[in-house]
T-cell receptor, first 111, second 114 residues
């Protein structure tokens, strides 16, 4: 079974706007990772945030983690058409030695 | 290219046939994972190796599925007597040992059972 749930399931915005995706999970984690997947392709690792971190930045990406609420958010600023993809959060579950993925958010950037 | 490599990229097979997929992880990574992904869903965990030892198998991995990593380097995933429900993208990932390390994925093998 999948632990994470992403919200929204689909998001469509105009180029240049910011996109925010949320992820909720159920159990204790070592870290949480965000991945991007273009249609029919493999997953590309975007960013990892450890359980003792609250916020992390990488280029146009900003990730937050609230372990008390068991939730994370991914913000993409100044979106581009090339950001169109599905985005998945994956939790490194404590004691489980595997990543557990959510259902993903399908992001569409309109030019 | 020093990323995770999967072969073949696509496989079409008739129901009842056996298929085998190969994954070559990043060379210094001792952890290797197999996932399955169906359309519109997130990847689902199948199995995990640390070096050559298979340490965990999902209940999704029926007795028709077997995975090996004989020398702790590349891995194979075999599906025997394929069924239409096995049609999916099979993803391999590798990572270093450690508590908070990124997992890097290959491009996947898309299996279609007809």
């Amino acid at each position: 079974s999948q632990q994470g749930e992403e919200d929204p399931q689909a998001l469509s915005i105009q180029e240049g706007e910011n996109a925010t995706m949320n992820c909720s999970y159920k159990t204790s984690i070592n870290n949480l990772q965000w991945y991007r997947q273009n249609s029919g392709r493999g997953l590309v690792h975007l960013i990892l945030i450890r359980s003792n971190e609250r916020e992390k930045h990488s280029g146009r990406l900003r990730v937050t983690l609230d372990t008390s609420k068991k939730s994370s958010s991914l913000l993409i600023t100044a979106s581009r058409a090339a950001d169109t993809a599905s985005y998945f959060c994956a939790t490194d579950v404590m004691g489980a030695q595997k990543l557990v993925f959510g259902q993903g958010t399908r992001l569409t950037i309109n030019p | 290219d020093t990323g995770v490599s999967q072969n073949p990229r696509h496989k079409i097979t008739k129901r009842g046939q056996n298929v085998t997929f190969r994954c070559d992880p990043i060379s210094e990574h001792n952890r290797l994972y197999w996932y399955r992904q169906t359309l519109g869903q997130g990847p689902e965990f199948l199995t995990y190796f640390q070096n050559e030892a298979q340490l965990e198998k999902s209940r999704l991995l029926s007795d028709r599925f077997s995975a090996e990593r004989p020398k702790g380097s590349f891995s194979t995933l075999e599906i025997q007597r394929t069924e239409q429900g096995d049609s999916a993208m099979y993803l391999c990932a590798s990572s270093r040992q450690g508590q908070s390390t990124e997992a890097f994925f290959g491009q996947g093998t898309r299996l279609t059972v007809v």
